[in-house]
């Protein structure tokens, strides 16, 4: 005698992300003695897509570049070495954003690029948005697999 029991539990939050647990109980009975074994598994899901992750990963990435290349030109970094690098990625990354605001002088000697700071902020806005989007996008997959 088989006895299979399956339980499917979705929670949806606020449509960012849906958890679920997926429960499935076996009971056997040896044809021989009659005893009872019974076997049980529980699997667990986010239901948060990858591409949410992806793209938070990327713009930490970017964000970070940019934020060491204010921090650098603000305090007169020499422009070597790893300063050199996160110079250049700074520049390339806040180049849409050049031209915007006027870099002002620093009291140390250095820089403010506020193309730096406009940039983060678009970036992180857009990464938001995206991220969102993903998200929506996901949810709404789940749903109709439900």
Excluded: C
């Excluded at 009971?27 to 667990?44: E, K, L, Y």
């Excluded at 992806?54 to 964000?63: E, H, N, S, W």
């Excluded at 060491?68 to 520049?91: Q, W, Y």
């Excluded at 995206?130 to 109709?144: E, F, I, Q, T, V």
């Amino acid at each position: 005698m088989i006895d299979t029991q399956v339980q499917d539990r979705v929670e949806t939050g606020d449509g960012q992300s849906y958890r679920g647990v997926t429960s499935t109980t076996q009971t056997t009975a040896d044809p021989v003695t009659g005893a009872a074994t019974r076997r049980s598994s529980t699997r667990t899901w986010s239901g948060q897509s990858p591409l949410v992750g992806i793209i938070g990963l990327m713009a930490a990435v970017v964000i970070v570049l940019l934020a060491l290349d204010f921090i650098f030109h603000a305090t007169g970094a020499a422009n070597v070495g790893f300063g050199a690098f996160i110079f250049s990625a700074g520049t390339f990354l806040a180049s849409p954003f050049t031209g915007i605001f006027k870099a002002t002088q620093a009291s140390t000697g250095g820089v403010i690029v506020w193309a730096d700071i406009m940039a983060i902020v678009v970036y992180a806005f857009v990464a938001g948005v995206l991220s969102k989007l993903a998200s929506m996008a996901a949810g709404s997959r789940a749903k109709r697999a439900i």
